[in-house]
Structures are given as structure tokens and as C-alpha cells.
């Protein structure tokens, strides 16, 4: 038998220094992320709002418009991160979704239905008629590859549980952190699209939209970021308690480099918690609703590296004497930074160009 | 070679193809759906002309909808496959081209903001900064291109890369300007096709007229681009590759019959066009649509025909379709294939029939499938022991050919002097060898009954 499943490494050298894969990485994973959160829990606040009373419509309506291209965005916003895993880990990584190929490709399959049907609400709700139970359908579609991408990040990180895995798929869901790493990452998406609810809900309101519905749908905000805050708490904890025993020690005992933004990750979370009891009347507490949606941010971007420096303690062991070789191909690297950088600005070009470069009264419009 | 293998019916090959050849439809379209709308909203602002202004808007909604949901689904969808079906050639692209890739997802950005941005405005902002926003998408969308066919290019044709390793050398491979030209060619003749079939909803005869004979302009500069492209891209496809699919092995038609079936295609599509473009208001929604079809079966074909001629590689004289590298048959031959191979390896030593289960988890299935695409069983049913092992020395003295270089055109490997060009070679110990040969002969159910009489 194999001592070691673990395929070799790639022959070819890193075209680049390390770090920077693992800047890119973290960076790109968080833009990512801010997508990734709108639509996921956006979608679920959409197929729940039936619980918000005044408001349910234009919770419906802001996040099937909102998906309509922060799904795209998540999307592409994903593929860098995507590319920066398979440079630095790809064995595992590979490895990894094949175990589980058939959920992994099926992802594509859910999520091309998940956006053809937010279309189809999307024409709905502009035609006066409901759609409750499309958004549903939607809903399940994305939990679904949230619970698939759980399984592949999680995997990735446990070669000692691939042969099992290989053997019965079904076993890569019987890690005991699968359930609180998947619940941790729902609810922190059900804590920013509540958020956004309530922070989109008080500018409408302050450019004279209709107050009843408006406040209606800040307070189903405010209401979904706090018990999902309130779980989260609960879930991170026992997300920290269920990691391997080795993964947990080697964490804590990694000083402020590790504790650090886990701490204050922690700490944003029970700030968050306090604002967000705070608010009564959030078309009045405005500025309660900004702080709350930094607080969240601020929380993600920490909790996202945690999420990595956690990945290099799970595959410590695997990846001991692992000899990289580093030849950079400064060329093309400045190509690529020379472009983000254009494409980028031109983005932001565009962005603002058509938001201030309204018609006047009778003049002509596109 | 050296990871699990994803068990597919219909062959992972095919299930690369069928994601591909969808993407790039769609990505295709993309650009050229993108350029065609700019020229149009031009057109229709400075000759304030309502109905090509209708025919803009009409096409933006598909342009959303195929570019930014199902041109990115596609994209991603393209990684997800070749990462479970070739991780060994995905992970060697990757290593070379991430900066490559990067620099296109950088466009990849502003196509998509554009892209939505655009559909977002309509009547909401002044006709000159829509303008920019459209052109804005195809410049992102093309320089896109601009990039990808590098890579692209370079799996059949790596060039001087093989000695340099160098990312420009790899980029500027000798198929990437007529693969250039080709594709640009493509861009054009399928926004043309489309966009036909959305003017054709016009009622007023003259302005629908007026709009087929401009798209059928660019179906015409289309279809020529495509077509020099295409003889381009012929002429400096390796030797080897030309020989077979130019009817050196006659055994082998495939490839043969898939060329023939494009240029005809590509003729049949000139055709149409030129009709479109003599005669705009007989060209109606017959002739439309006859037009998309043939610029469907054209590309899809081309691309078939791209694939199918990079055969018996993934990486032309680097890597083989199995993840093996040319570098590696030596040592492989020595060590054994189940050596490296140790998912593949998985439960071998039961029995030789086992071992030999493994040999070809590790160096057949990447192509062939049991009962499915390509069936082993099949194909192995005809044949007899003896001829079977002689197949396998075949394949086997292949890889030592390949190792030894003794079938080289200039430096590179003239996969059309061997007796089985399309096919990896057999790599490994004469003990790997003999255990495929048993594991292929249990497939035999006439084999495996006599052996039973026997005993």
C-alpha cells in the first residue's frame, strides 16, 4: 500500500514569489466573498420575507435586482482565488474535488439554474406577479453550493481522510467542523445581506420613498444581521472547539499573529451584536445601520484571515519538506498588475461616468 | 496520473468537449455580439435612426444573458472540468500561464461591469457614454481573447517554449496569429448570424433590409477572416499533424472527414452570406437560421478538429493525454507506472488481473471508459491474445521511441511514423505490461468462459 496519497508536486517552479500568491489570494477571496454574501444571503432574506409584514416586496424586489449582477460579479470575483489555490496547493486541491467530482461539477449545474431562475423572479416581480417560491428554488440552489464548497475547502485540508473519502463520498461530510464551518459561513452571509437590507432601506427613505415599506424592510435587516450575529457567536465557538486537536493547539500557540485577528474578529462580532440591539428605528438611527454594516465587513476580513493562517496549520504535516522551487516571470507578473490596473480604473471610469452623466429635461437619452 | 480518477460513463474527454465547445460558442458570440451592438448604436446615433437603435437594445438583453450568466458559468465551468479530468495538465498550464490568466481576468472585470452597466442604462444616461460603456465591453472582451488564444494555441503548438520554458515564447507560439485571425473571423460571423435572425423581427421591409445587408457584412469579412485564418493555422500546424489529418494514415478519417465537414461548412455559411448580402429582403427566417447552423456545425467542428489534432498530447511533445510527460517515460519504464500512479494503485496487488486494472486506471482511462465512450470492452473483444500482446509491445516500444527520440522531424516527435499515432504509449515494466494485457483480456467474456472450460 501507498504511504502517501498526496499527489507530487508540480515540477514546474512558482512564477512568482509565494507571498504574493497568498496576498492575491486573501484579497481576491474577500471580494469574492462580499458577492458571495450578497447573493447567498440575500437570497435566503428574499425566499424569507414573507416574515417581514410591510416591506416583503421590496425585500423580494432590492435582492432579485441585486443578484441579478452580484451573481455575475461573485462569479467572477471567484476565478482569481480560484487560480491562486491551484498555483500554491493544487495537489491538494485537485485531489480534493475529484474525491467529490460529481457535487463539484454539479455546482456549475446549480448555479446556472440558481441565475436563470432569479431571472425569471426578476420578470416576475417586475410584472406585478409573486415569486415566493422562485426565489425559494433559488435559495436551495445556493445553501446547496455552499454546502459544496464547505466540502471541497474543507477536504482539501485533510489528506488523512482522503482514502475514506475515495472510498464512500458521503463520509467527506462526516467531518466533525463540516456542520459548524457550513452554518458559519451562512449565517455571516445572512448577517450582511440583513445589514445591506437595512443600509439600502435608510438611503431610500432618505430620498423619499415610502416610509411604511421602507421601515419594514430595515427592521427585517436588523432583526436577520442580530439573530444571525447572536448564532454566530454560538457557531464560531463550537467551529473552534470541533477543529482537529493538533489544528487548535498549533493555532493558539501561534501568538498575535494568530490570536490577534481572531480576537478582534470576535471582538467586531460582540460590537456588532450591541449596535445592532441598539437599533429601534433604524430609518432614524442611520448611522447605527453604517456602523453596523462596517462592523460586519471588518469581522469578514478578519475572519478571512484567520480562515487562511488556519489552512497552513491543517496541512502542516503534509507539506513538511515540501521543496518549492521560485523562478518569477516578472514580465508577464507586471502584465497582469499593468491590466488590473487599467481595466480597473476603466471600470471605475465607466461607473462613474454613467452615474453622473444623467439627460437633462427634453434632452435626448440613450 | 498521479490523482483519483473521476469515473465518467461518457468519458472525461467528452465532458471537457461538451463544456468547452459551449463556452466558447458563448464567448465567441460575446465579443462578436459586442462589436456588431457598438457598430449598430453608433450607426443608429449619428444617423438618429430608431430601428437600429431597437435592434441594439433588443440584442444587449442576449448579450447579458449569454455573456455575464452563461459566459461566466462556462468559464468557470471550463476550470472545474479539465481540474477533475486533467489535473496533472491543468496544474502544469497553470504554473506556466497564471499571470496569463490573471491578466485576462483583469478584462474579464470590465467586460462584465460594462456589460451590465450597458444594459442598466438605457434611457437612463446621454447616447455618448453609452457609447463609451459598448465600446469599453469590446475592447475587454477582445483583449480577452487577445490573451486566451495564446494559451489556447500553445497546448498544440508550444513552439520554442519546449526549450525556453519562457511565457512569451510559450504565448507567441506559431499558431497564435492565425489562430488569431481565425477567431476574430468567428466573432464576427456568429454576432452577424445572430443579430440577422433579431432584425428579422423589424416590420418595416426597407429599414429590416437596410440592417440584413449591413450584418451581412460582417458575415462576409467574417467568414473570410475565418476562412485565412483557418489556411493559416493549417500551415503551420506541426508536420506530424498535417500528415494525419491530411490523409497520411487513412485508417485514421476522422480528422480527415472533420476538416472537410468545416470548409464545407465555412463554404455553405459564404454562401448564405453573400445571398444576404445580393438579396437582403429574401433573406428571412429560413435563410437565418440556415446561417446560424452552419456557423455552429463550422466552429464546433474546428474545435473538434483543434482537440482531435493535439492527439496523442495535451501539451504537443511535453505531455501526453494521460498526464505523462514525455520527460518521464524513461524513469517510468524503470520504476513502473504504479509506482507514481498510487491512486491507481489503489488494491492492485490482489491479483495480476487487479494490477493490471490499475495499469489502466492509470494510463488508458483518461480516454477510454469501461463500457462507455471509447469502451475498452469493445474494443477488445475482436481481438485475440496474441494480437493483444502485440498491441501492447507496440504501445510499449512506442514510449521507448518517444524516450530515445528516434522518430523526430526536426526536433519534434513524428507521431505519424508510428503505428498507433493517436495514442499515448504504453509506459512502464514488462510486469505492468503483462498484467494490463490479463486485465483486458477478463473483459473478454468469450475469453474468460473458455479459460474457465479449461480449468
Known amino acids: 500500500m501507498p504511504t502517501s496519497l498526496i499527489p507530487a508536486l508540480d515540477p514546474a517552479p512558482l512564477p512568482g514569489p509565494p507571498w504574493l500568491f497568498h496576498v492575491l489570494w486573501v484579497l481576491t477571496f474577500f471580494i469574492h466573498l462580499l458577492f458571495v454574501n450578497t447573493v447567498l444571503g440575500g437570497t435566503l432574506l428574499a425566499a424569507f420575507a414573507g416574515a417581514a409584514g410591510a416591506g416583503r416586496r421590496e425585500i423580494r424586489t432590492l435582492f432579485v435586482g441585486v443578484n441579478s449582477w452580484a451573481i455575475s460579479l461573485a462569479i467572477t470575483f471567484g476565478i482569481a482565488p480560484l487560480l491562486f489555490v491551484q498555483v500554491v496547493l493544487g495537489r491538494f486541491f485537485y485531489t480534493a474535488a475529484i474525491l467529490v467530482g460529481w457535487a463539484w461539477f454539479g455546482m456549475l449545474i446549480l448555479l446556472t439554474i440558481g441565475y436563470y431562475l432569479n431571472y425569471v423572479a426578476k420578470f416576475r416581480l417586475r410584472g406585478g406577479k409573486d415569486a415566493g417560491a422562485i426565489v425559494a428554488l433559488e435559495a436551495v440552489c445556493f445553501v446547496a453550493i455552499a454546502a459544496i464548497q464547505v466540502t471541497v475547502n474543507l477536504l482539501h485540508l485533510q489528506p488523512g481522510r482522503w482514502e475514506q473519502v475515495a472510498d464512500r463520498a458521503w463520509v467527506a461530510l462526516g467531518d466533525p467542523s463540516f456542520l459548524p464551518r457550513f452554518i458559519h459561513f451562512v449565517l455571516a452571509a445572512v448577517a450582511m445581506a440583513g445589514a445591506l437590507a437595512a443600509f439600502v432601506a435608510v438611503r431610500r427613505a432618505a430620498r423619499g420613498g415610502d416610509p411604511e415599506a421602507l421601515r419594514g424592510m430595515a427592521r427585517f435587516g436588523v432583526k436577520a444581521a442580530l439573530i444571525a450575529t447572536l448564532l454566530q457567536l454560538v457557531d464560531g465557538f463550537w467551529l473552534l472547539l470541533a477543529l482537529p486537536e493538533d489544528v487548535l493547539r498549533a493555532f493558539m500557540r501561534g501568538g498575535a499573529v494568530t490570536m490577534a485577528p481572531l480576537g478582534v474578529g470576535i471582538l467586531a462580532g460582540v460590537l456588532l451584536l450591541v449596535v445592532l440591539a441598539q437599533i429601534s428605528d433604524p430609518l432614524v438611527q442611520a448611522t447605527k445601520v453604517r456602523r453596523a454594516a462596517e462592523l460586519i465587513v471588518g469581522a469578514m476580513v478578519l475572519m478571512i484571515v484567520t480562515r487562511h493562517e488556519l489552512r497552513d496549520f491543517y496541512l502542516a504535516k503534509a507539506r513538511a519538506g515540501e521543496q518549492v522551487t521560485v523562478a518569477p516571470q516578472w514580465g508577464s507578473l507586471a502584465l497582469f498588475l499593468a491590466v488590473f490596473v487599467l481595466c480597473v480604473g476603466l471600470t471605475v471610469y465607466a461607473l462613474v461616468r454613467a452615474a453622473k452623466d444623467r439627460p437633462g429635461p427634453g434632452e435626448e437619452a440613450a | ?455
Not at chain 2, 105 to 117: D, H, K, Q, S, Y
Open chain 2, 1 to 455: 496520473m498521479d490523482y483519483p480518477i473521476w469515473n465518467l460513463g461518457l468519458g472525461g474527454g467528452v465532458l471537457i468537449g461538451i463544456v468547452a465547445i459551449a463556452h466558447v460558442l458563448v464567448s465567441h458570440f460575446a465579443i462578436g455580439g459586442g462589436f456588431a451592438i457598438a457598430v449598430i448604436e453608433t450607426l443608429a446615433v449619428r444617423r438618429r435612426n430608431p430601428a437600429m437603435r431597437a435592434l441594439a437594445k433588443r440584442s444587449s438583453l442576449m448579450l447579458i444573458l449569454v455573456s455575464t450568466v452563461f459566459g461566466a458559468i462556462s468559464g468557470v465551468g471550463i476550470w472545474v472540468t479539465i481540474g477533475l479530468v486533467q489535473p496533472v495538465a491543468t496544474s502544469a498550464l497553470i504554473h506556466n500561464y497564471v499571470w496569463g490568466w490573471a491578466a485576462e481576468w483583469g478584462f474579464f472585470i470590465l467586460e462584465v461591469a460594462t456589460a451590465l452597466l450597458y444594459y442598466a442604462t438605457w434611457e437612463k444616461v446621454r447616447p455618448r457614454t453609452h457609447l463609451v460603456i459598448i465600446w469599453l465591453y469590446f475592447f475587454a472582451a477582445y483583449m480577452s481573447l487577445v490573451i486566451i488564444q495564446g494559451i489556447l494555441s500553445f497546448m498544440l503548438t508550444p513552439g520554442r517554449w519546449l526549450e525556453t520554458r519562457s511565457f512569451w515564447d510559450g504565448i507567441f507560439n506559431p499558431g497564435y496569429l492565425p489562430g488569431l485571425v481565425l477567431r476574430t473571423g468567428i466573432c464576427l460571423l456568429l454576432a452577424g448570424a445572430y443579430l440577422t435572425l433579431a432584425a428579422q423581427r423589424e416590420p418595416n421591409v426597407s429599414l429590416r433590409a437596410r440592417m440584413v445587408r449591413l450584418l451581412a457584412v460582417f458575415q462576409v469579412v467574417g467568414a473570410l477572416l475565418a476562412y485565412a485564418g483557418y489556411r493559416w493555422w493549417e500551415f503551420v500546424l506541426p508536420g506530424s499533424v498535417k500528415a494525419i489529418f491530411l490523409g497520411a494514415k487513412p485508417l485514421l478519417a476522422a480528422l480527415s472527414s472533420t476538416r472537410h465537414l468545416v470548409l464545407w461548412a465555412l463554404a455553405a455559411y459564404l454562401l448564405v452570406a453573400l445571398f444576404a448580402l445580393a438579396a437582403p429582403k429574401l433573406h428571412r427566417w429560413p435563410t437565418a437560421v440556415a446561417a446560424m447552423l452552419v456557423a455552429f456545425v463550422f466552429f464546433g467542428g474546428f474545435e473538434r478538429l483543434r482537440e482531435g489534432s493535439r492527439k496523442p498530447f495535451v501539451i504537443r511533445d511535453f505531455m501526453f493525454s494521460n498526464g505523462i510527460r514525455v520527460s518521464e517515460i524513461a524513469d517510468l519504464n524503470q520504476r513502473g507506472v504504479l509506482a507514481k500512479a498510487l491512486w491507481a494503485a489503489r488494491g492492485s496487488a490482489a491479483s495480476i488481473e487487479a494490477k493490471g486494472h490499475a495499469v489502466f486506471r492509470a494510463e488508458c482511462a483518461s480516454c477510454h471508459t469501461l463500457d462507455g465512450y471509447l469502451s475498452i470492452r469493445k474494443l477488445v473483444a475482436p481481438v485475440d491474445p496474441d494480437m493483444l500482446k502485440g498491441i501492447l509491445s507496440t504501445l510499449h516500444e512506442a514510449g521507448k521511441d518517444y524516450a530515445t527520440g528516434k522518430y523526430s522531424n526536426r526536433g519534434r516527435i513524428a507521431t505519424e511514423r508510428l503505428d498507433y499515432p493517436l495514442m499515448p504509449p504504453l509506459v512502464g515494466t514488462d510486469e505492468e505490461q503483462e498484467a494490463l494485457a490479463a486485465y483486458l483480456l477478463s473483459l473478454k467474456q468469450s475469453y474468460v468462459a473458455e479459460a474457465s472450460h479449461a480449468n
